[in-house]
């Protein structure tokens, strides 16, 4: 089975200077944990959940003033649209990390996978050991 088939390919994202206050409001919204961020097509980086907590909370006293590329994560891993769900599950566990965007071959924004994705629609088992690995303390 490949990525493809399993994705979420209508995609929500973002621009680098998109206020956190926007970005919180959309995954509210839309009941995601998180977004892209794209430039000219391309992923430049993921904002979740997780990174306004963490990083924008606790370090931004001027909170609604502050965009998308203070508190994103760069260098994103990713994966391919034709990847197997075996080889993305083990990328996500390898690097702890629980959703993936998609691309496809000319690294275009594809869609985004995630451990839910895989076990609801692929394999409970694969995404149990992901899983398994990325909830590992290292």
């Not at 006293?61 to 502050?66: G, K, S």
Request: charged fraction near 25%; hydrophobic fraction near 45%.
């Amino acid at each position: 089975m490949e990525v493809r088939q399993i994705m979420t390919s209508k995609v929500e994202s973002i621009a680098r200077d998109t206020p956190v206050l926007a970005i919180a409001t959309a995954m509210r919204d839309r009941q995601i944990g998180a977004l892209p961020v794209v430039e000219q097509g391309r992923v430049i980086g993921m904002i979740t959940d997780r990174d306004i907590v963490t990083r924008f909370l606790t370090e931004y006293p001027r909170a609604m003033d502050v965009v998308a590329e203070a508190i994103m994560s760069s260098g994103v891993l990713q994966c391919y649209e034709d990847q197997t769900i075996a080889d993305i599950a083990a990328i996500m566990g390898d690097h702890q990390i629980r959703r993936l965007p998609v691309l496809d071959r000319n690294r275009g924004m594809a869609g985004i996978v995630s451990i839910g994705d895989i076990a609801e629609k692929a394999s409970e088992r694969i995404a149990g050991e992901a899983l398994g690995e990325i909830v590992e303390a290292r």
